[in-house]
């Protein structure tokens, strides 16, 4: 779904930036997509899916070492 109608950036877009980054603020992702926020109106819901991208990343079983 489109979170950003201005840049046109999809919530698969975020999410994805999001876990290869690293990064947790919405204007930084978006800096990395290729342009700031315009109106702003979507930032709540793009911090929503970088927090949830986030919350699964880190619920992620880590491998076991080799022994």
Known sequence: ???CICNG???SEIA???QA???TCPR???EL???GPCCGTCLPTAQEIIDGTHEKR?????PLAAE
């Not at 880190?58 to 880590?62: C, D, S």
């Open 58 to 62: 880190a619920a992620a079983p880590l």
């Open 1 to 3: 779904m489109y979170v």
């Open 33 to 35: 997509l290729g342009s």
């Open 9 to 11: 950036y999809r919530d």
């Open 21 to 23: 980054s690293g990064l």
């Open 16 to 18: 994805r930036t999001a």
């Open 28 to 30: 930084k992702v978006y």
